[in-house]
């Protein structure tokens, strides 16, 4: 049975369990559309209604797939920029890069470049796509081909032209990519051997040129907000992401490879285990592990040597390695791209550092040296992978169909034979239950944001149009079903569940464990088990408007349980509201702001109740100084706070608190190592300000300054993950929910009297889903933190407001449920610092 039915306007239909129908056409996309339908009057970063033609009409991308190739467009030139860091390492630079592919695009009849995005910096990213000349009515067929095979129906696949996606220099300093992606463009588009022609007639080949102009032409790993691209996609924060998801959801590569550096002797994945439990794993890794076995020996066929260039041997890390660099978290691009059909995905990691201190320190002449052989090796990587996708055409289309026929199928996850390929055993076998379903009840804002999210990504949800019930539940009318029987089930699957405590099968993992959308994004996600249940539900391509404003007059409450909501606070304090909070922790609006309180409501998705008091504690905008992360930053501007980044450096040298309500703490500021101006100053400051720490940085920090009387106790350094909590009702637990997000996670203990517990791990447990393991010495694992203190708050000697977290809630901009605890956090420590009392 397929949930997702087209009803006619004035019938609606009542699928049983078995019944069959047919798969809408999909609609057209915009591109780059990000997540959130309610943010389209506030202009955020992922804004749905400001698509790229409208934000700027210049941009070349068009969503009509019917145009044919090649689709020549003159691309605007940057203008030029001497610092641009490329140019030392005689790489081109970014503002050079738009007139080669001009130039390239004037070849011949292969080449088509466009503007397929802009960075967080506002620079351009260009997509080129190199293949034979097509009619519009060819690229048409194409299309119909294309989306035949992403709904698990096969096709003749001598007749499609398999997409391939190479994607160069995701991490800014890690250079080469760029520059090898241009020299396998200029060599295609140049060629006249029968290969090549042979090639362009049965592939589309799709160069993402740069996916991260801004830390290319800084010379940094992330992007102009400071983030790490390359850890992004599930939660798709960023442009640059967002730009690159659409890429692959719309061209629907079989194989893909993404440039990086700098691992010596060359990294060619696959990787080594866990293995992501939601990927067709036995269709990727025979494939993965034969274009890895490719690209090795066309590296080794370039000659470079250990004695003579200072190269060793590719290494495959699911061959040579053990575990430590894995596939478990989606959100790498390699790791991502199997959901939208990528039955091969590799990160290449070419051998020769030029960045960090070898950028600074090494003669120009070995820096561009060593570039030349990067260039070298990642040129190879992306002939022997085109190479492999030419001999083995029919063969990757057809298990690409397979992979999303098992999804439109519903059928179970599929284990991996042992020895599928060269080594694979019992350590690399992961599976995962499917459920029937998920019941994503409107709720809200929060609800309409995984929703939009949802769909962002390419997976189909539908509306109840009548009540259903389902595992002893009855389900409303507009709740939002995610049917599991669709071709993208893997993606909507790897997002919605709790995930798993991967703990005792490895000890080593590359990054992240635990992600879930459906516990951290502040929605309930219900899986249904139930293999035959009712449900009438129709087709949505966003979610439904969730402000309201109820009739009459009298003042307004707004729950702070969102983001959005603490948008909408934080935009009715920046224009004079007085808004006052109320002991639950409601914030009250005035009558006399109704018609702010509309504005809000519609621009933010809130929804707005009648006050049942008139009036509580008086707010006003946190002014907050900040030395915290690149992502934390980013999170707290999006909340709406004005934020003012510090650090030791800066305090030393000078900073003015006048402007200031609340100093957060979570990293580059000790205060030990502040001078005596600096030290006097922050004393005065906590004297009448709040302050808000995170971490080992802020527990220190809090150690340091005789702020709350605690013992902070670390958890082992790599443990991350979701875990349960339980919550008080004090001004920051209030509200929150019944799970968290650790990475490094802190404990407190020893508590002074003045310090209140606001959330504890729970006794059981606590993790979830992640990784976390005791210390070599027994300490430090989830065991421990049991019971434990996780965020508490208090009053220290000087008058000082504090709240001290031991929990991520701000990690990466991805635990979106968390957010309003943070926004309480920052709120409380302000006033009660000035008036309330803990």
Do not use: C
């Not at 967080?120 to 009515?137: H, K, N, Q």
């Amino acid at each position: 049975m397929r949930l997702r039915v087209l009803i006619p306007l004035l019938s609606v239909l009542l699928l049983p369990s078995g019944t069959a129908s047919a798969d809408p056409t999909p609609p057209v996309r915009d591109f780059g559309n990000g997540a959130d339908r309610n943010e389209e009057a506030a202009g955020v970063a992922e804004s749905k209604a400001k698509t790229l033609r409208e934000l700027a009409p210049e941009l070349s991308w068009h969503s009509d797939h019917g145009r044919g190739y090649p689709r020549r467009t003159t691309l605007p030139i940057p203008p030029e920029n001497p610092a641009d860091a490329s140019i030392k390492l005689g790489l081109i630079p970014h503002h050079a890069i738009a007139a080669k592919l001009n130039q390239l695009q004037a070849v011949g009849d292969r080449v088509s470049a466009e503007v397929v995005g802009r960075s967080a910096g506002g620079r351009d990213m260009y997509l080129v796509t190199v293949t034979a000349p097509e009619s519009a009515a060819e690229t048409r067929r194409q299309e119909q081909l294309r989306r035949q095979i992403e709904s698990g129906r096969a096709v003749q696949a001598r007749k499609y032209k398999a997409p391939v996606f190479v994607n160069g220099n995701i991490h800014g300093n890690e250079w080469e990519g760029t520059d090898a992606n241009l020299r396998v463009i200029e060599e295609l588009a140049t060629s006249t051997s029968p290969q090549t022609k042979n090639l362009l007639a049965h592939t589309r080949l799709y160069f993402n040129i740069t996916a991260n102009p801004d830390g290319r032409v800084l010379g940094q790993r992330p992007n102009g907000n400071g983030f790490d691209l390359n850890r992004d996609f599930v939660t798709a924060s960023q442009p640059e992401t967002r730009a690159m998801r659409q890429i692959m959801i719309d061209n629907q590569p079989v194989v893909m490879i993404d440039l990086h550096g700098y691992v010596n002797g060359t990294l060619v994945e696959p990787t080594t285990p866990p293995h992501g439990a939601n990927y067709e794993y036995d269709l990727f890794i025979r494939n993965a592990y034969a274009n890895a076995l490719g690209i090795e020996q066309a590296i080794l066929a370039l000659g470079y040597t250990p004695e003579k260039d200072g190269t060793f041997p590719p290494q495959i890390p699911f061959r040579d390695s053990a575990e430590g660099w894995d596939d478990w978290p989606p959100i790498f691009t390699p790791q991502y791209a199997p959901f939208h059909g990528a039955v091969a995905s590799h990160t290449i990691e070419f051998p020769m550092r030029v960045n960090g201190s070898d950028y600074t320190t090494q003669p120009v002449a070995e820096l561009q040296r060593r570039s030349r052989i990067n260039v070298d090796i990642a040129s190879a990587a992306i002939r022997a992978t085109y190479t492999f996708v030419q001999n083995n055409r029919e063969k990757l289309v057809g298990d690409q169909v397979e992979m999303f026929r098992r999804g439109a199928a519903g059928e179970p996850s599929k284990q991996v034979p042992l020895g599928i390929v060269p080594g694979f055993g019992p350590e690399d076998v992961y599976n995962t239950t499917y459920p029937r379903a998920y019941a994503v009840p409107a709720t809200g804002p929060s609800a309409a944001r995984l929703v939009d999210h949802l769909i962002a990504n390419d997976v189909k949800v539908d509306k109840a149009v009548l009540p259903f019930r389902a595992g002893g539940r009855t389900y409303p009318a507009g709740t939002y079903v995610v049917d599991m029987r669709q071709p993208k089930r893997g993606m909507a699957n790897v997002m919605l569940e709790a995930g798993a405590d991967i703990s005792p099968r490895v000890d080593a993992m590359y990054d992240i464990s635990g992600w879930s959308h459906g516990l951290l994004w502040g929605a309930t996600a219900d899986p249904i088990t139930d293999r035959r249940f009712h449900v009438a539900a129709v087709p949505v391509s966003a979610a439904s408007p969730t402000g309201s404003v109820p009739h009459g007059s009298g003042p307004l409450a707004l729950k702070v349980d969102d983001a959005k909501a603490v948008r909408a606070l934080n935009d009715l304090l920046g224009q004079g509201v007085a808004v006052t909070l109320a002991a639950d922790g409601v914030a009250i609006v005035p009558a006399s702001a109704r018609e702010a309180a509309r504005t809000a409501a519609d621009r933010y998705g809130v929804p707005f109740t009648k006050a049942t008091q008139a009036s509580g504690t008086p707010l006003s905008s946190v002014r907050i100084a900040a030395a915290a992360s690149a992502d934390e930053l980013f999170t707290l501007r999006e909340l709406g706070f004005a934020v003012t980044p510090v650090s030791t450096a800066v305090l030393n040298a000078g900073f003015d608190w006048s402007g200031t309500d609340v100093l957060f703490v979570s990293s580059g500021l000790s205060y030990g190592a502040l001078n005596l101006a600096a030290r006097t100053a922050i004393e005065a400051f906590m004297a009448r300000g709040g302050v808000v720490t995170r971490g080992g940085t802020g527990a220190n920090f809090n150690a340091a300054a005789g702020l709350l009387t605690v013992t902070a106790v670390a958890g082992r350094g790599d443990a991350n993950g979701v875990v349960t909590v339980s919550s008080t009702t004090g001004p920051v637990g209030t509200g929150s929910p019944a799970h968290s997000f650790v990475y490094s996670p802190r404990w407190f203990t020893a508590l002074g009297p003045e310090v209140r517990v606001e959330q504890s791990y729970t006794a059981e447990g606590p993790l979830v889903a992640g990784h976390w393991r005791a210390n070599a010495d027994g300490t430090g694992g989830p065991e421990a933190a049991r019971g434990q203190a996780a965020v508490v708050s208090g009053r220290d000697e000087r008058g000082a407001a504090v709240v001290l977290f031991g929990t991520e809630p701000m990690f990466r901009n991805h635990p979106k449920g968390l957010f309003p605890q943070v926004a309480r956090a920052l709120f409380w420590t302000a006033s009660s610092a000035k008036v309330l009392t803990p």
